[in-house]
């Protein structure tokens, strides 16, 4: 701030400086050194002196001369400070024919002369400053690292501005761009040295050990083949995130962020209906389950954006539903934010709940998730998520709760493990409840979220950073992926659709996608060759796994909705008459035996152990 300030007040001193000097030389020049000093003419001299010091400041400030850093100008700020020297001079003429200064017409031109050369040059030696500063590093070398930048538009010229606002960041050598026609030509002095295809050839011949993307607009299936490409370089890779930033001037480097495994899914940006979404959710009291999880805090995040009355974030789990607290108070400012410590299990502690808010909307993301835990422990996923599921959707039935949204998973789907067939159980019993009630039911179901907790991208990470190996359970192994907060946009979107009688929606989760394919990808991002720096190790499937995911049921009948990345998938429904003597059966065998619990719940799914065919998988979700 003071180096500012300091800045700030030599650039003023100067201004005065240089217009004492012009209104004396052009004087001078006028009228002669004998006939300035005479009575008539200095007091004219002292009068236009006057005029043009308080004249000069009065429109320099309106300008903001001042606000500019000259250190960075461009052709813009030269046009603004043009316009104001012509402004002033403008305003300076009339003022000294009202005075009635009687300065000749030629000295009014000459003084805009020589005070407007004066002034941009000036403000001009701070570009030749900064240039010969660059020049130094070039020629002498920089510290930091050396540079490439793929995009050779605004967003790159804006990156290299920044970049030399701090010179130890590094040296950029070149950009790389696709258009033909700028490759040969110069950025600001810097080669444009040809297009992504060369871009191994270059980073190896220039000694490149960084290179930051700055086409944020770019297509995502343009990103992912620039991705690749980058990742065979070995070179650390970053990116501008977002076109928004470039579109409101920001153009820090800090806003660079390192290369994620979600970079390379080749998925479009979600578009919300939020017309459709602010009618259920503004002004209205809303309960997420299982706040403190991966999905869950994120559904948190994103309905604070639609102003709620009250959110409450439920969890048996404190530490992690704590830290969102103070997240969301931090960053998203809400009439009223509750955290409820409590589990999902205990239907009186829910009752009191449920009686204490009326939650107007529930999303219900507790669960048991992980599939060979859950494998260990078969009694626990069913307390959890059949049982769980039942005491929070009679709550919000008998409470007259207006929408219920459970999270679902692809594994309920032909479900080969516990945890699958226990979602499957819990989407039949929303359905059941959903078709004599109130409250309008549904299950939203998609496949793995990158990134959360137990999800193969942090274990990955892990074992690179600890030098390998990396274990991948099957090389031909398949799996549905998509973000966090793009799982939690469309769960979101997805209950302005629930409607009387329940139903299942299916997100669309793009095309599947080889685990072993994104174990290469995440150990290249990382700058290191698959099976030469880190070994790939295949550990076989484990317990209840599949080689690939399904989203949908051969017997459900997929329907489109408003929203071309939502689906409804059309299931069997169970009666609630019918159901009920079933779960009181499997709850009378938690506790005693793991095999009868095994056994009670494939007569509840009896499609438990059933695999459909890949192919028909593929054909059935070609709408998707």
């Not at 009378?588 to 009896?606: C, F, G, N, Q, Y």
Request: aromatic content about 8%.
């Amino acid at each position: 701030m003071f180096e500012r300030m300091l800045r700030k007040m030599i650039l003023v001193i100067l201004d005065g400086i240089i217009c004492i000097a012009s209104t004396y030389i052009a004087f001078y020049l006028i009228l002669g050194p004998h006939r300035l000093w005479e009575g008539q003419f200095l007091s004219g001299f002292f009068i236009y002196l006057g005029a043009t010091l308080a004249i000069m400041y009065f429109g320099f400030v309106i300008f903001k001369m001042y606000k500019t850093q000259w250190y960075y100008a461009g052709v813009r700020e030269m046009i603004r400070a043009i316009f104001a020297l012509g402004t002033v001079n403008l305003l300076l003429f009339v003022c000294a024919q009202v005075l009635n200064a009687k300065v000749p017409i030629r000295l009014h031109l000459l003084f805009a002369v020589i005070n407007s050369i004066f002034v941009l040059g000036v403000r001009m030696s701070y570009r030749i400053l900064r240039y010969i500063q660059g020049e130094y590093i070039r020629l002498n070398g920089a510290r930091g690292s050396r540079i490439l930048i793929i995009g050779a538009g605004e967003a790159g010229l804006m990156l290299y501005m920044e970049i030399l606002r701090n010179p130890k960041r590094g040296l950029v050598v070149g950009f790389i761009d696709d258009d033909r026609k700028k490759i040969g030509m110069t950025v600001k002095g810097i080669p444009i040295l040809g297009s992504t295809k060369d871009l191994e050839r270059i980073a190896t011949s220039r000694s490149i050990n960084e290179i930051m993307i700055a086409i944020p607009s770019a297509p995502t299936d343009v990103l992912k083949r620039i991705l690749n490409d980058c990742a065979k370089t070995k070179c650390k890779i970053s990116l501008i995130p977002s076109i928004h930033n470039i579109k409101s001037g920001k153009y820090d480097v800090s806003l660079l962020r390192d290369v994620e495994p979600e970079d390379l899914l080749g998925r479009e940006e979600v578009e919300l209906n939020v017309a459709d979404i602010s009618k259920y959710i503004t002004r209205q009291t809303v309960l997420v389950t299982g706040a403190g999880g991966s999905i869950g805090s994120e559904l948190c995040r994103q309905i604070c954006l639609y102003e709620p009355k009250n959110l409450i974030m439920l969890d048996i789990y404190e530490n992690n539903v704590f830290e969102l607290e103070h997240e969301i108070r931090r960053n998203c400012p809400i009439q009223q934010l509750s955290v409820v410590i409590a589990s999902i299990r205990d239907e009186k502690r829910l009752a009191a709940i449920f009686k204490e808010y009326k939650p107007n909307i529930v999303f219900h993301a507790a669960a048991h998730k992980h599939v060979p835990l859950m494998e260990d422990c078969p009694g626990e996923a069913v307390k959890n998520n059949v049982f769980g599921t039942l005491n929070i959707a009679k709550m919000a039935d008998k409470y007259k709760t207006d929408r219920f949204v459970l999270i679902s998973t692809d594994k309920a789907v032909n479900p080969t493990n516990i945890m699958g067939a226990t979602k499957r159980i819990a989407e039949q019993i929303i359905n059941a409840i959903g078709m004599n009630s109130d409250t309008k039911f549904g299950a939203v179901r998609f496949g793995n979220v990158l990134g959360s907790s137990g999800s193969v991208i942090p274990l990955f990470k892990k074992q690179i950073a600890a030098g390998g190996p990396v274990t991948v359970t099957h090389p031909d192994v398949t799996r549905y992926f998509m973000t966090i907060p793009e799982a939690s946009r469309l769960v979101i979107q997805a209950g302005s659709l629930v409607g009387g009688g329940g139903g299942i929606f299916v997100l669309d989760m793009g095309g599947m996608i080889k685990i072993d394919d994104l174990a290469k990808d995440l150990i290249r991002l990382s700058g290191y060759e698959p099976n030469v720096d880190i070994e790939i190790s295949y550990t076989g499937l484990r317990p209840g796994e599949k080689m690939f995911e399904e989203l949908m049921h051969a017997r459900e009948e997929l329907i489109t909705t408003d929203y071309k990345k939502v689906f409804i998938g059309k299931a069997d429904v169970y009666e609630m008459s019918e159901l009920e003597p079933r779960l009181n059966q499997l709850k009378a065998l938690l506790d005693k035996d793991d095999e009868k619990v095994i056994s009670m719940v494939k007569r509840m799914v009896p499609e438990f152990g059933s695999i459909g065919k890949l192919e028909d998988n593929k054909e059935k979700l070609k709408i998707v």
